[in-house]
């Protein structure tokens, strides 16, 4: 395997020292609350909940969403993204709306939509013209603000159209998917996942692969998984890029990832992806309302377990 550059050895060093719980041997992320996991839902909850007490009492109190906004050169409008970020701060989008009626607190973390990640799909020297292992940990290192906000409960969820062609060719270089798979996909979206394992040998580490494959927000997701593990926050995750991030993770040491629990798919390929891995989501089959919505729906569920 390629050696990790330095500027991924310290993260490497973070999660070697990441807590443990007493349900560290299993997959909180295995059957989905749905079907009776997260680590036996209430069990895996309270296991990860920062604030629980003693008697193994915890309680739901401070729920939050955080969605993390990025752009794809080529494959989407920067103007898009802008309209979004701009509904979304005077509470015009169905997420906000979700949130209100849920009680639930909402943060966009904007990942320079105004400027679209180039994933240089026809650049023959690719690997060492598109970002670098320093900016992608950097934004690594960004997206572990979204666990700022000292939730017990956090929804991370993206919104970056046109990341699927990124999210899946990682997904299928780290083995979670074959290229077979990925019939359903439009057919342009096939041949842009195909170039992109073109460049990325299959020895790569993980975190190599991400930065060869992955856009900002999959990066800043992956920071947001590991914070959330650090300060014992569980996780509902929301949508293929939290795919792909969760899989980067699950890649390096399954337990970096027993904190989360996804609440829905956007596809069926995605549910593939998944269930390669025996992996479901609370919501099953996929639940098409918007980045952020499902967790915000699922979130009455996980509370409800807590009672």
């Not at 443990?20 to 069990?43: C, K, V, Y």
């Not at 909940?49 to 955080?66: G, L, P, Q, T, Y």
């Not at 593990?229 to 996780?235: C, E, F, M, S, V």
Request: proline letters at 5%; a negative charge; charged letters at 20%.
């Amino acid at each position: 395997m390629k050696q990790v550059p330095v500027p991924f050895q310290d993260l490497l060093t973070l999660l070697a020292k990441l807590p443990e719980t007493d349900l560290q041997s299993q997959n909180a992320g295995g059957d989905g609350l749905m079907n009776g996991s997260f680590s036996h839902s209430e069990q895996g909850i309270k296991s990860w909940m920062r604030r629980a007490s003693v008697d193994n009492f915890a309680k739901v109190a401070e729920i939050h969403v955080c969605l993390l906004a990025s752009a794809y050169k080529g494959l989407t409008s920067s103007q898009d993204i802008k309209v979004f970020l701009d509904e979304s701060s005077t509470g015009k989008t169905l997420l906000n709306q979700l949130c209100v009626e849920k009680g639930v607190g909402l943060q966009v973390l904007d990942l320079g939509a105004e400027m679209p990640y180039d994933l240089c799909l026809d650049d023959p020297e690719r690997d060492q013209n598109i970002w670098s292992d320093k900016d992608c940990m950097a934004t690594i290192a960004f997206g572990m603000e979204a666990t700022a906000k000292n939730a017990d409960l956090l929804c991370l969820a993206d919104f970056a159209p046109g990341n699927e062609s990124a999210s899946y060719a990682l997904l299928c270089s780290l083995s979670w998917l074959e290229q077979s798979e990925l019939t359903s996909l439009p057919l342009d979206m096939q041949r842009q996942i195909s170039k992109l394992l073109e460049s990325v040998p299959t020895d790569y580490h993980p975190l190599i692969k991400l930065r060869l494959l992955a856009g900002r927000e999959i990066a800043a997701l992956v920071g947001a998984i590991v914070a959330a593990r650090l300060r014992h926050i569980p996780l509902l995750l929301d949508g293929v890029g939290a795919l792909a991030a969760y899989a980067v993770l699950h890649m390096i040491n399954p337990l970096y990832v027993d904190h989360c629990l996804f609440s829905a798919f956007p596809d069926q390929t995605s549910i593939h992806a998944a269930s390669n891995k025996e992996i479901s989501a609370i919501f099953n089959p996929s639940l098409m309302l918007g980045p952020g919505c499902a967790s915000v729906l699922a979130v009455s569920l996980v509370s409800a377990v807590m009672q």
